[in-house]
């Protein structure tokens, strides 16, 4: 855009076309994000990461409270005869009961390489050196850091007049955002397991990003059982089942009002935060639970 | 601080401030969740073939519908969790490729925003590759 040339309804249009778009993709789907959760050694069929690559570096964050003796990452591109490759291979003591890896894809690390758009594969190894202790794979994901510049657009009023300046402190940044249209989306995974668990080494936990009004939790409970519901560990729900049938519940929470609703502290907008299931027996008769959903969308 | 869709510029309207304001805002909003750091989050693999322990049999994946192709390997079901679309058999892919790919819009009564579930399958995660212009 440049001073002098002549601005449409049209091409207004267009920008408010393209930011609605991308402002759906962004705020729309907003999913819940499993926290694989394991106990003492993990192998290698256990675990399995799939990306579409994009970005050059492999972020990963592990929650552990004793070490690991070695931690290995292991990578290998979809494809029958594809080789397996040993990226990562050390003693990992946790940080903060915290080990974060950032992989640089780009460096062929042990020999792996991985072009855009290739599907590839990775999973982690570990042994416990402390027998059975929990521990939570909690992020796994490519980022490049610095990627996005936050905009600064003037506020307009009625008197000002508007030059190319303004008008591609707009367009720039809705172009900019054309780097979302290659993307992927992950699915809700929706564990179905018999096993008792206590509220603080439960296999059924998701991390969301506060982002929307609304938070949406579904869950299939088949036979006797008792479902609580944990928001950053506080209790938000307890559902007693005590038939011997099958039964879908749903739960929804104003995100917004959430605090006072239920007398918690409500994770603040933009952070991530954790929804655990913690299932109990309530009698007999093989009760099992399946997590339909947790997510939060714009809508109740 | 959900976002609000714009509204168009209708005919024989005019362009205002507010107009340009309210782009404004939107993409404001857009970036504010965005952050600084571009992320591309993995999938993760079907529960059902993950840990022997817990006893995981049945386990599912469920999407908000928002990419054209879903990439999946292993045999599977795609299904309408309201039980009105009828399921859609998946089946494995070439073993030369590893990765099926199935076009979601040739499924009738999907549509953008809907969710569904994938059963059976090792693994999905849906993708876009792009095109839409500006």
């Known amino acids: 855009m440049a001073d002098g040339n002549p601005l449409s309804a049209f091409g207004v249009n267009q ?43 492999l972020y990963l964050n592990i929650y552990h ?23 990562y291979d050390s003693d990992a003591i946790p940080s903060g009961n915290t080990t974060i890896l950032s992989i640089d894809l780009s460096a062929n690390p ?34 490049e850091a610095s990627f996005w510049t936050t905009p600064s657009i003037s506020t307009l009023t009625a008197s000002t007049v508007i030059n190319a300046t303004y008008l591609n402190s707009i367009i720039t940044p809705v172009r900019a955002l054309r780097d979302l249209d290659t993307s992927t989306n992950f699915g809700f995974v929706g564990i179905r397991t018999n096993q008792y668990q206590a ?40 559902e007693t089942k005590a038939t011997a049938t099958t039964e879908d519940f749903v739960y929804l929470y104003n995100m917004d009002t959430i605090a006072t609703d239920l007398g918690i502290t409500a994770p603040t907008y933009g952070t991530d935060y954790e929804i655990k299931f913690r ?11 399946r997590a339909n959903f947790v997510w939060e969308l714009p809508t109740p | 601080m959900s976002f609000t869709p714009i509204d168009p510029v209708e005919h024989t309207d005019s362009v205002t401030a507010a107009t340009f ?3 404004k805002t939107g993409i404001d ?27 995981n049999d049945q386990s599912i994946i469920t999407f908000i519908h928002s990419c054209r192709y879903l990439l999946y390997e292993g045999d599977g079901v795609i299904s309408d969790p309201s039980g009105v679309g009828a399921d859609v058999a998946i089946s494995d892919p070439e073993t030369t490729s590893e990765v099926g ?19 059976g399958v090792e693994w999905c995660i849906e993708y876009e590759k792009g095109g839409y212009i500006l």
């Open chain 1, 110 to 143: 042990g020999g792996f390489s991985v072009n855009p758009g290739d599907v590839y594969f990775v999973h982690f190894e570990w042994t416990n050196n402390s027998g059975s202790e929990m521990a939570i794979i909690q992020y796994v994901h490519e980022l």
């Open chain 1, 65 to 87: 409270t004793v070490d690991f003796e070695p931690l290995q990452i292991y990578a290998r591109k979809a494809g029958a005869g594809q080789t397996t490759y040993l990226i």
């Open chain 1, 279 to 289: 299932y109990s027996d309530n009698g007999a008769g093989s009760p099992f639970i």
């Open chain 1, 199 to 238: 509220q603080s080494n439960t296999y059924l936990r998701w991390r969301l990003k506060r982002i929307n009004k609304w938070l949406h939790i579904g869950a299939r409970m088949i036979n006797e059982g008792i479902l609580r519901i944990y928001l950053n560990d506080q209790l938000i729900e307890t």
């Open chain 2, 21 to 23: 304001n309210n782009i």
């Open chain 2, 101 to 119: 790919e199935y076009d979601l819009e040739s499924i009738d009564w999907l549509e953008y925003g809907m969710q569904y579930r994938v059963e």
């Open chain 1, 15 to 57: 920008l408010i076309e393209a930011t609605n778009f991308y402002g759906q993709q962004v705020f729309g789907n907003n999913v819940g994000w499993q926290r694989f959760t394991c106990y003492g050694s993990l192998d290698a069929i256990e675990n399995r990461f799939i990306l579409v690559h994009k970005y050059d570096t």
């Open chain 2, 29 to 55: 909003k857009i970036y504010g969740i965005l952050g600084t750091a571009a992320v591309n989050n993995a999938a993760i693999g079907n529960y059902e073939f993950g840990p022997n322990v817990p006893d």
